[in-house]
């Protein structure tokens, strides 16, 4: 089974030039915790992930103005995606190697296409479990 087959097309995401605080609104709204970041929306093209821990670190801590501060500028730029024609079992690889809860799913452009998660796996027979994450433990 490939992930385009099982992912979530809703796009919870955020634009690179969105500030800290409409990402806090998007892990609130979507109850996500890391967030894809897209270069814009138009395009969609993955650059990052925004985690709470960067808002509490990066920003709070750090004493930035969360209205003021601007994704790209908190944002972890490296990630960990998928393909639309990759097999499921690579997403599930992919989790329990990095320990995260869901794997963005990229065109071949790097464009943002949806979300595999663990219970979508679990959900389509994948041959074996997802273990937690820290987060989650």
Request: net charge negative; charged share 30%; hydrophobic share 40%.
């Amino acid at each position: 089974m490939k992930c385009h087959e099982i992912m979530s097309r809703h796009l919870a995401c955020c634009s690179a030039v969105d500030s800290v605080t409409a990402a806090a609104d998007v892990m609130w709204r979507e109850e996500a915790g890391p967030v894809p970041v897209v270069m814009d929306m138009e395009s969609r093209r993955l650059i990052g992930t925004i985690t709470e821990r960067h808002l509490a670190v990066r920003v709070i801590a750090a004493g930035r103005d969360p209205r003021r501060t601007l994704v790209r500028d908190v944002m972890e730029p490296s990630f960990v995606a998928c393909r639309q024609e990759d097999d499921v079992e690579e997403a599930r690889a992919a989790m329990c190697a990095h320990g995260i809860a869901a794997v963005p799913i990229i065109d071949e452009l790097g464009a943002l296409h949806g979300t595999v998660t663990r219970e979508q796996l679990r959900a389509n027979g994948g041959r074996q479990a997802v273990p937690r994450t820290e987060e989650e433990r």
